[in-house]
T-cell receptor, first 114, second 114 residues
């Protein structure tokens, strides 16, 4: 258990509305990530954070913004949701083991944009 | 362009037999490889990893083989058990670059038939 809680676990929203997903961690990890999982694409990185107020874009960042005002919380916001953002969203933290870094994931948020 | 590929979307195996899941990569800079297992409605969980200085890493029933010249890795599960039924993702990165540079395959759904 990586001490990661995602909320909500499920959400249905309408096209054009803003949506915020929350990731909360209890282990004081510096690095946090948001991924989306889609059939035929595996897991793709949206944004990541390397500290409070320090964030950067991932592979599929268009249409998403993030914020990290506290070490334990990493928020993902869809400013104006579109149907293409229907997906399962996973938050992750990383633990460094020597030079190697594995990502450990939360349970996911299933978002449906109608 | 998918840098990590899992060309078999699904695999069915009898309980007690060997399961072999395959993964190919295109980026010769990758030197650290991971396998994740994912059950429905849960986040991916880290299973086993291997660095490019090795060609085999074993952990109980799970063994990962790396063929650098072929840019190919495989996960062997022996013996397969019904609880192994899940989606398996392979992932690749460059050591020292962090989990924000972790690239995932599209996944293989393993079904172990009792």
């Amino acid at each position: 258990d990586a001490g990661i809680t995602q909320s909500p676990r499920h959400k249905v929203t309408e096209t054009g509305t803003p949506v915020t997903l929350r990731c909360h961690q209890t282990e004081n990890h510096r690095y946090m990530y948001w991924y989306r999982q889609d059939p035929g694409h595996g897991l793709r990185l949206i944004h990541y954070s390397y500290g409070v107020k320090d964030t950067d874009k991932g592979e599929v960042s268009d249409g998403y913004s993030v914020s990290r005002s506290k070490t334990e919380d990493f928020l993902l916001t869809l400013e104006s949701a579109t149907s293409s953002q229907t997906s399962v969203y996973f938050c992750a933290i990383s633990r460094r083991q020597g030079q190697n870094t594995e990502a450990f994931f939360g349970q996911g948020t299933r978002l449906t944009v109608v | 362009d998918q840098q990590v590929k899992q060309n078999s979307p699904s695999l069915s195996v009898q309980e007690g037999r060997i399961s072999i899941l395959n993964c190919d990569y295109t980026n010769s800079m990758f030197d650290y490889f991971l396998w994740y297992k994912k059950y429905p409605a849960e986040g991916p969980t880290f299973l086993i990893s291997i660095s490019s200085i090795k060609d085999k890493n074993e952990d109980g029933r799970f063994t990962v083989f790396l063929n650098k010249s072929a840019k190919h890795l495989s996960l062997h599960i022996v013996p397969s058990q019904p609880g192994d039924s899940a989606v398996y993702f392979c992932a690749a990165s460059v050591i020292g670059t962090g989990a924000n540079n972790l690239f995932f395959g599209t996944g293989t759904r393993l079904t172990v038939i009792p």
